[in-house]
C-alpha cells in the first residue's frame, strides 16, 4: 500500500509541472501562455500598470460604495496570481464552461468575508499577525454605458495591492496609507464582473515604512473605503482652490482634465457666498488655472472654521467640495495663520479608534477620537506617521483642528534605494494630493525621526520635499520630525544631572564618594549654551534643518534617557530619574536654522488603572508626573511654538512586549486603547485649558514666541 501511495504524487507533480507549464497550457489553447505560469513558481516577472491619475473628493462624484463584506482566500503560499488568472481553481468564477468534471480547490463564499474598509488583523484573530498574502473578491452586476468611464476608487490597501477584473490583471498599487484608483472601463462587460484585490501586508527593509524600525502594528487589508465612480467620457480629476492673498481676499488655483476632449474646455467655478463665478480654460494638457477676487472672504480658523460651498463643473457635470479659506505662513521662527502667530495646543494620534479594536474606519470612528482631542482643550493633532483616512481630514475642516500630515518614512529607510525613493515620492505625491484643499492641513511632514544622518538621507528627503513643494501651490510649509545629536546636547546635562545626584540625600554614601571622585577629576564645563542664556540649552543641528521650514523634535526627558544616564554612572535608576525630573524645567530646546519649532513628541508610558503612591514607573502616577515636569520644561523654551505630546490613545505595537503592561500595546496614551483616561490627560487638558482661556482673552495666540524674528522670512513661503 506504502509503495502504490508513494508512486501516484511522483507522476502526478510530474504531469502537474508539464501541464502547468506556458508549453502545457498554451498547448491546451486555453489560455495565453504569457500569463501562464507555473504552478509552484509564484508571480511572473512582469511590468505592472500603475494606477490612473488620483481623483480628488471621490464621494462627491457618481460613486457606488463597494463597502461591506467581501470573500476572501488567505494566500500565505503565493498561489494568488495562477488561482486568479486562470481562474480554473475558482468555484463559480471559473474562466472555462464548466463541464461538472472541472477540479476546484479554491472558492470565494460567504464562508471567509472580511468587512471592508477595514483591516484583517482585528476582524479574524487568526490573522492578527498575519503580514502576507490575502485575496479579496466581489461580484457586481452591472451593464456598463458607452461614452463612460468607470474608475475603482480605493481610499487605501496596507501594503501592495494588485486588482484583477474578470481574472485580468488591472493595475499595482504600493503604499499602504494614501488613496489610489484605476480606470477599469476596458474590463467591465454587461452583466456579472467580479473585483479581484490581491493584498500583501508584506513589509521589509526597502519598503515604507520598514517592517523592523516602525514602532506602530501593521495592518493588512483593503483598510479604506471602496467605491465604483462613473464620469462621462471628459471629467475634472484634480483641483485646488486656496487662498493666495489675506489682504486682497485673492483666491487662486487650478484644475485638472482627464479622458478624451480636455485641451480647451472650459470649467465654471462658483463660490456662491464670496461672490466668485469664474470660467477657467484649460490648455493642450487639460490644466487650466486662475486668480479671482473674492469679497468680504470669512477665513477658515480653529475659532471660525467657517467652509464654503465651491461647485466646478464641466458641461452639465458639477462637482461640489467644501473648502476653508486660510493662509499658512512662516515668518522668522513663527508660522502664522492668517497673519497672527499659530496658536498650537497639539496631540499626536495613531489611526486607531477607542470605538473597537483595529483602524479607524468610518467618521464615526474618527469622531470618537476627536471628541477627545477637544476634551483635551487641543487644537492641533499630529497625524502619525502617516496620511489617515479622507473622513479624518475633512472632520478637522469642520471642526477646525489644526492637522500635521505626515508620510511613513519612519527612522531607518533604505535611502540609496530607488525603487524605495519612487514609492516614497508618490506617498507623498498620493498623500498632497488628495488632501491640497483641505484647510485643515497646515504643513506636510516628510519623515520622522530618521537617521543616520548621512548625504543619502538627506538627497532622499530633499527630494520628497520637493515634491511636496511643487503639488502644493499654497506653499503649506515642510515639517519633519528631526534627530538630536545625544553625546553634544546631552554632555550639558550630564553636569547638570550630577550635581543634581550629589543633592539628593537618598543617594547612598558610596555611590557620593565614587561620583564625588569623578566631579573631582573633571572641570565644570557648560554644554551648548542657549543664546537665551540660563539653563541647559538642546540646539537641533540636524542638517534636515536646511530642508524643512518647520524643525519638529521628538524628546524623552523624564522618560527614556534617565535609564541610560543611571547606566553609564552606575547609579540607581529611580534616584537618576528623580535628579532628571528636577533638573527639566531648566532645559531649553532651540534649533540651529532660526526656524519655527514644535517638539513633535514628549510622553511616559502607563498602565490605565495602574497606580502607585511611590510614583512607580509605568503607573499613572508617574506618567503625570513627567507632563506636569515637560509642561514646565516647554514652557520655558521661547521657541518652541507649540506640542504634540505622544500620544492621544495606546496603540498596537510588535515592539512592545512587556507582559503584565504593555502586550503588544505602546502605553504612552493618555487614555487606554478603550478610551479609560490617566491621570496625565487632565494635566495636559488643564494646561491647554489655560492657554485657550488665555487666547480668548485677546493674549497674543500662540506661545511666548523665539525672540530671533529678526531672520530672514523663510524663501517661498507666501507672505502674509
Ligand atoms: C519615537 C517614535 C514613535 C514611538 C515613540 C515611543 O519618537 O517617533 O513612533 O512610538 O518614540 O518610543 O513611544
Redesign the pocket.
Known amino acids: 500500500m506504502h509503495k502504490t501511495i508513494a508512486k501516484v504524487p511522483a507522476y502526478a507533480f510530474l504531469l502537474a509541472l508539464i501541464l502547468l507549464s506556458p508549453q502545457g497550457i498554451a498547448a491546451s489553447g486555453e489560455k495565453d501562455a504569457d500569463t501562464a505560469i507555473d504552478f509552484f513558481q509564484g508571480d511572473p516577472d512582469i511590468e505592472y500598470p500603475a494606477p490612473a491619475p488620483l481623483l480628488v473628493n471621490p464621494m462627491a462624484r457618481d460613486y457606488r460604495s463597494l463597502n461591506g463584506p467581501w470573500e476572501i482566500i488567505v494566500d500565505e503560499a503565493g498561489m494568488g496570481w495562477r488561482v486568479i488568472t486562470q481562474g480554473d481553481y475558482f468555484d463559480g468564477d471559473t474562466v472555462y464552461p464548466d463541464t461538472g468534471m472541472m477540479l476546484k480547490e479554491h472558492s470565494f463564499d460567504s464562508r471567509t468575508q472580511l468587512q471592508v474598509p477595514g483591516d484583517w488583523n482585528s476582524q479574524v484573530p487568526e490573522l492578527d499577525r498575519y503580514r502576507s498574502r490575502v485575496l479579496y473578491h466581489k461580484a457586481l452586476t452591472m451593464t456598463p454605458q458607452a461614452g463612460k468611464r468607470y474608475l475603482l476608487y480605493f481610499g487605501g490597501a496596507n501594503y501592495t495591492a494588485d486588482l484583477f477584473v474578470n481574472n485580468a490583471l488591472v493595475g499595482r498599487h504600493v503604499g499602504g496609507y494614501t488613496a489610489f484608483d484605476f480606470d477599469v472601463t476596458g474590463f467591465l462587460r454587461p452583466g456579472k464582473n467580479t473585483f479581484i484585490v490581491r493584498v500583501d501586508a508584506a513589509l521589509d527593509e526597502t519598503t515604507i515604512p520598514t517592517m523592523r524600525t516602525?514602532?506602530?502594528w501593521k495592518y493588512g487589508g483593503i483598510t479604506r473605503d471602496v467605491g465604483l465612480i462613473t464620469e462621462s467620457d471628459t471629467y475634472i480629476s484634480q483641483y485646488h482652490v486656496y487662498l493666495h492673498d489675506r489682504e486682497k481676499s485673492e483666491i487662486r488655483g487650478w484644475v485638472q482634465l482627464a479622458g478624451e476632449r480636455v485641451a480647451n474646455r472650459v470649467v465654471a467655478l462658483d463660490i456662491k457666498d464670496a461672490g466668485v463665478k469664474v470660467r477657467i480654460e484649460t490648455n493642450a494638457e487639460g490644466r487650466g488655472e486662475f486668480t479671482v477676487q473674492a469679497k468680504d472672504l470669512a477665513l477658515w480658523s480653529p475659532e471660525s472654521p467657517h467652509l464654503y460651498d465651491v461647485a466646478l463643473s464641466l458641461g452639465d457635470a458639477s462637482l461640489e467640495d467644501r473648502i476653508g479659506f486660510r493662509i499658512v505662513s512662516i515668518k522668522g521662527s513663527t508660522i502664522l495663520l492668517n497673519g497672527k502667530p499659530m496658536p498650537i495646543r497639539g496631540i499626536s494620534m495613531h489611526e486607531e479608534t477607542v470605538l473597537h479594536p483595529g483602524l479607524s474606519a468610518s467618521r464615526e470612528d474618527v469622531m470618537a477620537q476627536f471628541k477627545l482631542v477637544r476634551e483635551l482643550n487641543a487644537n492641533f493633532v499630529r497625524l502619525?506617521?502617516y496620511p489617515h483616512n479622507e473622513h479624518t481630514v475633512r472632520l478637522a475642516d469642520e471642526m477646525g483642528l489644526m492637522l500635521w500630515s505626515e508620510v511613513p518614512i519612519?527612522s531607518l529607510i533604505d535611502w540609496g534605494n530607488p525603487a524605495t525613493l519612487a514609492v516614497a515620492k508618490s506617498q507623498v505625491a498620493e498623500n498632497v494630493t488628495r488632501d491640497l484643499n483641505r484647510a485643515s492641513v497646515v504643513m506636510w511632514s516628510i519623515s520622522?525621526?530618521s537617521f543616520p544622518q548621512t548625504q543619502a538621507r538627506l538627497d532622499f528627503l530633499s527630494a520628497l520635499a520637493a515634491t511636496a513643494r511643487e503639488l502644493d501651490d499654497s506653499d503649506r510649509p515642510i515639517a519633519s520630525?528631526l534627530v538630536g545629536n545625544p553625546k553634544e546636547e546631552f554632555a550639558d546635562i550630564g553636569k547638570h544631572l550630577f550635581a543634581q545626584l550629589l543633592r539628593d540625600p537618598a543617594l547612598p554614601p558610596s555611590t557620593r564618594e565614587r561620583l564625588m571622585a569623578i566631579a573631582g577629576g573633571q572641570s565644570a564645563s557648560g554644554g551648548a549654551q542657549s543664546e537665551s542664556g540660563g539653563g541647559m540649552a538642546v540646539v537641533i543641528d540636524d542638517p534636515l534643518g536646511e530642508v524643512v521650514d518647520v524643525v519638529g523634535y521628538?524628546e524623552?526627558f523624564g522618560w527614556y534617557y534617565s535609564k541610560y544616564f543611571a547606566q553609564s554612572l552606575g547609579v540607581d535608576e529611580g534616584l537618576m530619574r528623580n535628579a532628571m525630573l528636577a533638573i527639566m524645567p531648566g532645559i531649553r530646546f532651540e534649533n540651529a536654522f532660526g526656524k519655527p519649532m514644535i517638539i513633535s513628541?514628549f510622553?511616559a508610558g502607563a498602565k490605565q488603572g495602574l497606580h502607585s503612591d511611590k510614583g512607580f514607573i509605568w503607573s499613572e502616577e508617574y506618567q503625570a508626573r513627567v507632563y506636569r515636569q515637560q509642561l514646565q520644561m516647554l514652557a520655558q523654551s521661547p521657541c518652541v511654538q507649540g506640542f504634540t505630546p505622544?500620544v492621544l490613545k495606546d496603540f498596537r505595537?510588535h515592539l512592545r512586549e512587556l507582559n503584565g503592561i504593555q502586550e503588544t500595546y505602546?502605553r504612552?496614551g493618555l487614555v487606554s486603547e478603550t478610551g479609560q483616561r490617566k491621570l496625565a490627560f487632565q494635566v495636559l487638558a488643564d494646561y491647554y485649558g489655560q492657554e485657550k482661556a488665555r487666547e480668548e482673552a485677546g493674549a497674543e495666540p500662540g506661545r511666548a514666541l523665539c525672540q530671533r524674528d529678526s531672520v530672514e522670512a523663510v524663501p517661498g513661503a507666501t507672505g502674509d
Open positions: 516602525s514602532d506602530f502619525a506617521h519612519v520622522n525621526e520630525a521628538n524623552y513628541e510622553g505622544w505595537s505602546n504612552k
